[in-house]
């Protein structure tokens, strides 16, 4: 999630969803598309997110961004994560709620930080033909 005076074609979620309730919160423009992590009960979440017109995409999924793949997954799942190394320009991750940018396999490995469970809570825009990343600190109190 962004903050919500942010301006954003489609926000990514990366999975620790952990409640209904936070999808909830996702609802509405732009349109939302999910994966969920170790933390998250996949199927009753799955089939909530999905009557809410979320979309899901677990445990894999594609965006384009100016033209260019962007793929995302949680990043607990081995075979999911490394499908995309050298296939795509970048690949967004969560698990460790760390805040990091690699270069995996000719593939760059962003995870956009966490909103919870996280000393600093941050998210992340990618914008523009190169993919550019902005990390952006969220306020504690921002959070629903």
Known sequence: SAPRDLQVDAIVHLGDVGTPAVLEELVGDPPVHVVFGNCDDERDLATHARCMGLTVHHPLGRLEVAGRGVAFTHG???????????????????????????????????????LFRASRYTCAVVEGPDLRVSWIDVGRDEIA
């Open 76 to 114: 607990h799942l081995r075979e999911a994560f490394e499908a995309t190394l050298g296939r795509e320009p970048m690949l967004l991750t969560g698990h460790t709620h760390r805040v990091a940018a690699d270069r995996l396999q000719g593939t760059r490995v962003v995870n956009p930080g966490a």
